[in-house]
Protein backbone atom coordinates (compact mmCIF):
# COMPACT_ATOMS: atom_id res chain seq x y z
CA UNK A 1 0.00 0.00 0.00
CA UNK A 2 1.36 3.45 -1.00
CA UNK A 3 1.75 5.70 2.29
CA UNK A 4 1.71 9.52 1.99
CA UNK A 5 2.42 12.52 4.41
CA UNK A 6 0.12 14.97 4.26
CA UNK A 7 1.12 18.31 5.44
CA UNK A 8 -2.14 20.54 5.60
CA UNK A 9 -2.99 23.08 8.37
CA UNK A 10 -6.46 23.86 6.91
CA UNK A 11 -8.06 21.08 9.13
CA UNK A 12 -11.68 20.49 7.26
CA UNK A 13 -9.32 20.11 4.23
CA UNK A 14 -7.11 18.24 5.83
CA UNK A 15 -10.04 15.83 6.79
CA UNK A 16 -11.32 15.68 3.38
CA UNK A 17 -8.23 14.76 1.59
CA UNK A 18 -7.13 12.04 3.94
CA UNK A 19 -10.53 10.72 3.67
CA UNK A 20 -10.88 10.51 -0.48
CA UNK A 21 -7.38 9.30 -0.09
CA UNK A 22 -7.53 6.72 2.31
CA UNK A 23 -11.01 5.67 0.01
CA UNK A 24 -8.36 5.58 -2.67
CA UNK A 25 -6.63 2.64 -0.65
CA UNK A 26 -3.74 4.98 0.42
CA UNK A 27 -2.64 5.05 3.84
CA UNK A 28 -2.42 9.02 4.92
CA UNK A 29 -0.80 10.24 7.67
CA UNK A 30 -1.80 13.83 8.36
CA UNK A 31 0.59 16.90 10.16
CA UNK A 32 -0.66 20.40 10.87
CA UNK A 33 2.65 21.83 10.63
CA UNK A 34 6.07 21.93 9.61
CA UNK A 35 8.00 20.88 12.71
CA UNK A 36 5.53 17.60 13.04
CA UNK A 37 5.79 16.67 9.35
CA UNK A 38 9.41 16.75 9.88
CA UNK A 39 9.09 14.72 12.46
CA UNK A 40 7.21 11.97 11.07
CA UNK A 41 9.44 11.79 8.03
CA UNK A 42 12.49 10.83 10.14
CA UNK A 43 10.46 8.47 12.12
CA UNK A 44 9.00 7.09 9.00
CA UNK A 45 8.97 5.71 5.18
CA UNK A 46 6.74 7.37 3.05
CA UNK A 47 6.20 7.10 -0.95
CA UNK A 48 5.04 10.57 -1.66
CA UNK A 49 4.93 13.69 0.09
CA UNK A 50 1.83 15.85 0.13
CA UNK A 51 2.61 19.48 1.27
CA UNK A 52 1.18 23.27 1.70
CA UNK A 53 3.75 25.85 1.08
CA UNK A 54 2.01 28.12 4.28
CA UNK A 55 2.06 25.86 7.52
CA UNK A 56 3.02 27.06 10.67
CA UNK A 57 5.88 27.09 12.74
CA UNK A 58 8.36 25.27 9.49
CA UNK A 59 6.63 26.23 5.90
CA UNK A 60 6.69 23.45 3.29
CA UNK A 61 9.03 24.41 1.36
CA UNK A 62 11.44 24.42 3.86
CA UNK A 63 10.60 21.27 5.14
CA UNK A 64 11.33 19.48 2.08
CA UNK A 65 14.82 21.71 1.60
CA UNK A 66 16.14 19.86 5.12
CA UNK A 67 14.38 16.14 3.82
CA UNK A 68 16.45 16.82 0.36
CA UNK A 69 19.37 17.80 2.79
CA UNK A 70 19.53 14.83 4.62
CA UNK A 71 19.38 12.64 1.34
CA UNK A 72 15.40 12.18 1.28
CA UNK A 73 14.47 11.72 -2.39
CA UNK A 74 10.86 11.16 -1.49
CA UNK A 75 8.68 12.56 -4.22
CA UNK A 76 6.55 15.45 -3.25
CA UNK A 77 3.80 17.28 -4.37
CA UNK A 78 3.13 21.00 -3.27
CA UNK A 79 -0.53 21.56 -2.98
CA UNK A 80 -0.82 25.53 -2.78
CA UNK A 81 -3.13 28.86 -2.83
CA UNK A 82 0.13 30.83 -3.96
CA UNK A 83 0.05 31.42 -7.33
CA UNK A 84 3.33 33.70 -7.50
CA UNK A 85 6.38 32.57 -9.81
CA UNK A 86 8.83 33.27 -7.36
CA UNK A 87 6.96 30.98 -4.56
CA UNK A 88 6.73 27.97 -7.68
CA UNK A 89 10.33 28.78 -8.23
CA UNK A 90 11.62 28.42 -4.62
CA UNK A 91 9.39 25.02 -4.56
CA UNK A 92 10.89 23.41 -7.52
CA UNK A 93 14.44 24.72 -6.67
CA UNK A 94 13.60 22.77 -3.49
CA UNK A 95 13.24 19.76 -6.09
CA UNK A 96 9.49 18.81 -5.62
CA UNK A 97 7.80 17.22 -8.51
CA UNK A 98 5.05 18.89 -9.22
CA UNK A 99 2.92 22.00 -8.06
CA UNK A 100 -0.83 22.16 -7.87
CA UNK A 101 -2.56 25.36 -7.64
CA UNK A 102 -5.50 25.65 -5.12
CA UNK A 103 -8.24 25.17 -5.80
CA UNK A 104 -7.97 22.09 -7.82
CA UNK A 105 -10.37 18.71 -8.55
CA UNK A 106 -9.56 15.78 -6.19
CA UNK A 107 -9.78 13.95 -10.01
CA UNK A 108 -6.45 16.14 -11.06
CA UNK A 109 -4.57 15.02 -7.56
CA UNK A 110 -5.36 11.36 -8.29
CA UNK A 111 -4.54 11.58 -11.57
CA UNK A 112 -1.01 13.65 -10.20
CA UNK A 113 -0.32 10.72 -8.04
CA UNK A 114 -1.22 7.81 -9.68
CA UNK A 115 0.53 8.65 -12.79
CA UNK A 116 3.96 8.97 -10.62
CA UNK A 117 3.43 6.05 -8.62
CA UNK A 118 3.42 4.34 -11.91
CA UNK A 119 6.54 6.07 -13.20
CA UNK A 120 8.63 5.72 -10.06
CA UNK A 121 7.19 2.04 -9.70
CA UNK A 122 4.86 0.56 -12.77
CA UNK A 123 4.89 -3.48 -11.10
CA UNK A 124 2.29 -4.03 -8.76
CA UNK A 125 1.49 -6.90 -7.01
CA UNK A 126 -1.27 -8.95 -6.00
CA UNK A 127 -1.13 -12.50 -4.65
CA UNK A 128 1.16 -14.30 -6.88
CA UNK A 129 0.73 -11.58 -9.77
CA UNK A 130 3.12 -9.39 -10.54
CA UNK A 131 1.73 -6.93 -13.13
CA UNK A 132 3.37 -4.13 -15.15
CA UNK A 133 1.30 -1.22 -15.47
CA UNK A 134 2.95 0.48 -18.20
CA UNK A 135 4.08 -2.20 -20.64
CA UNK A 136 0.57 -3.99 -19.66
CA UNK A 137 2.51 -6.93 -18.96
CA UNK A 138 1.12 -9.99 -16.59
CA UNK A 139 3.53 -12.25 -14.64
CA UNK A 140 2.55 -15.52 -13.01
CA UNK A 141 5.09 -16.26 -9.97
CA UNK A 142 7.79 -14.93 -12.03
CA UNK A 143 6.45 -16.37 -15.45
CA UNK A 144 5.29 -13.99 -18.22
CA UNK A 145 1.57 -15.30 -19.05
CA UNK A 146 -0.26 -14.01 -22.23
CA UNK A 147 -4.30 -13.31 -21.20
CA UNK A 148 -6.29 -12.65 -24.71
CA UNK A 149 -6.75 -8.87 -25.15
CA UNK A 150 -9.91 -8.52 -23.55
CA UNK A 151 -9.08 -10.25 -20.55
CA UNK A 152 -5.96 -8.49 -20.17
CA UNK A 153 -7.89 -4.68 -20.54
CA UNK A 154 -10.47 -5.91 -17.72
CA UNK A 155 -8.03 -7.38 -15.68
CA UNK A 156 -5.66 -4.00 -15.85
CA UNK A 157 -9.04 -1.65 -14.97
CA UNK A 158 -9.55 -4.21 -11.99
CA UNK A 159 -6.02 -3.43 -10.81
CA UNK A 160 -5.75 -0.01 -11.52
CA UNK A 161 -9.05 0.27 -9.17
CA UNK A 162 -8.35 -2.30 -6.63
CA UNK A 163 -11.13 -1.86 -3.82
CA UNK A 164 -13.41 0.26 -5.56
CA UNK A 165 -16.68 -0.33 -7.70
CA UNK A 166 -16.25 -0.97 -11.34
CA UNK A 167 -19.83 -0.27 -13.49
CA UNK A 168 -20.27 -3.04 -15.60
CA UNK A 169 -20.86 0.06 -18.26
CA UNK A 170 -16.63 0.52 -17.75
CA UNK A 171 -16.10 -3.01 -18.67
CA UNK A 172 -17.83 -2.69 -21.51
CA UNK A 173 -16.07 0.21 -23.30
CA UNK A 174 -13.05 -2.30 -23.32
CA UNK A 175 -14.83 -5.19 -24.97
CA UNK A 176 -15.99 -6.90 -28.46
CA UNK A 177 -19.42 -8.64 -27.32
CA UNK A 178 -20.62 -6.21 -23.95
CA UNK A 179 -22.88 -8.47 -22.49
CA UNK A 180 -23.72 -9.25 -19.16
CA UNK A 181 -22.67 -13.35 -19.62
CA UNK A 182 -19.81 -12.47 -21.65
CA UNK A 183 -18.66 -10.26 -18.75
CA UNK A 184 -19.25 -12.96 -16.50
CA UNK A 185 -17.36 -14.99 -17.95
CA UNK A 186 -14.51 -13.10 -18.47
CA UNK A 187 -14.42 -12.25 -14.74
CA UNK A 188 -14.52 -15.95 -13.93
CA UNK A 189 -11.63 -17.19 -16.23
CA UNK A 190 -9.71 -14.14 -14.31
CA UNK A 191 -10.82 -15.57 -10.87
CA UNK A 192 -9.74 -18.93 -11.78
CA UNK A 193 -6.52 -18.43 -13.57
CA UNK A 194 -5.13 -15.49 -11.47
CA UNK A 195 -6.57 -16.49 -7.76
CA UNK A 196 -8.48 -13.15 -7.99
CA UNK A 197 -10.97 -12.22 -5.02
CA UNK A 198 -13.70 -10.27 -7.16
CA UNK A 199 -17.04 -9.22 -5.78
CA UNK A 200 -20.26 -9.28 -8.01
CA UNK A 201 -22.27 -6.18 -7.08
CA UNK A 202 -25.22 -7.15 -8.65
CA UNK A 203 -26.53 -5.48 -11.88
CA UNK A 204 -24.00 -2.34 -10.91
CA UNK A 205 -20.65 -3.97 -11.42
CA UNK A 206 -17.56 -5.58 -9.96
CA UNK A 207 -14.81 -5.25 -7.48
CA UNK A 208 -11.37 -6.58 -6.77
CA UNK A 209 -10.86 -7.07 -3.02
CA UNK A 210 -7.73 -7.05 -1.52
CA UNK A 211 -5.76 -10.01 -0.57
Not at 71 to 80: H, L
Not at 104 to 123: G, M, S, T
Not at 158 to 170: A, S, T
Amino acid sequence: MVRILLLEDDALLSQTLHDLLCAQDFDVDVASDGEEALALCYEHHYDLYLFDVNVPLLGGIDVLKLLRESGDKTPAFFVSALRDIQTITKAFDSACDDYIKKPFEFDELLVRIKAHIVKKNPFVCYGAVRYDLAQKRLFLEDKEIDLGSVDKEIFDLLLRNQGQLIYKEQFFDVMEKPTDLALRVHIAKLKKRLGLHVSNIKGIGYRLESV
